[in-house]
């Protein structure tokens, strides 16, 4: 059964500062992993796909890598803001026909001023 | 391109009480899930429709939780009678697959937030 962690649970951090989010899970046949963006009363945001042959996705100031082999993924995000102040979570898409999303717990980001 | 909708944003209801969710997903999105987000956990698929059909039910309680979509387009999500741990984010997602899972993304709604007391 695939089970996905996410370290820290919560971090908080002076604007400016990079920072790294960290993912892991249990079975490595995905399809992809996908970090999401939740904002309080908002559903979920898609920030990041990286499918399972690749390494890792860039998109503005987020990084985001995949070591299948060891089940790890990290969220790098540069210069951080306090608009990135959010919930990150992390989904692997799993093996079957079906290829359903198993998320993480999610790090809650709060980027001060 | 509109987002995926959902209503009503908030519930409140008694335990034993009946509650309904509606979900309208992104125009021309053949599949559709219905996720449940218990506070400080992530998502987690209650159910997932192709067009009109039932893909995957597996997680969902029967003996409470019941799902449909007719004419493929909007799909309700009904809870009777409801019990104090279904008190959680109900989330609609959809997409329009591709025929690669490995790039596929899911569009998700707002969500509906039920507190059962």
């Known amino acids: 059964k695939q089970e996905v962690t996410q370290i820290p649970a919560a971090l908080s951090v002076p604007e400016g500062e990079n920072l790294v989010l960290n993912c892991s899970f249990t079975d490595s046949a995905i399809y992809n992993l996908q970090w999401f963006r939740q904002d309080p009363g908002k559903g979920l945001t898609s920030l990041l796909l990286?499918?399972?042959?690749?390494r890792e996705q860039t998109s503005g100031r987020l990084n985001a890598s995949l070591d299948k082999s060891s089940g790890r993924s990290t969220l790098y995000i540069a210069a951080s803001q306090p608009g990135d102040s959010a919930t990150y979570l992390c989904?692997?898409?799993?093996?079957?026909?079906?290829?359903?999303?198993?998320f993480g717990k999610g790090t809650k980001l709060s980027v001060k001023p | 391109e509109a987002g995926v909708a959902q209503s009503p944003r908030y519930k409140i209801i008694e335990k034993r009480q009946s509650v309904a969710f509606w979900c309208n997903p992104i125009?021309?999105?053949?599949?559709l899930y219905w996720y449940q987000q218990i506070l400080g956990q992530g998502p987690k698929l209650l159910i997932q429709?192709?067009?009109?059909?039932?893909?995957?039910d597996s997680q969902l309680p029967k003996d409470r939780f019941s799902a449909e979509r007719l004419k493929g387009v909007d799909s309700t999500l009904k809870i009777q009678p409801a019990k104090l741990e279904d008190s959680a984010v109900y989330l609609c997602?959809?997409?329009?697959?591709?025929?690669?899972?490995?790039?596929?993304?899911?569009?998700f709604g707002p969500g509906t937030r039920l507190t059962v007391l």
């Open positions: 429709f192709q067009n009109n059909g039932v893909v995957d």
């Open positions: 990286i499918q399972s042959s690749q």
């Open positions: 997602a959809s997409t329009q697959p591709s025929g690669f899972l490995s790039t596929d993304t899911q569009y």
């Open positions: 125009s021309g999105h053949a599949t």
């Open positions: 989904a692997v898409r799993g093996g079957g026909s079906q290829g359903n999303l198993i």
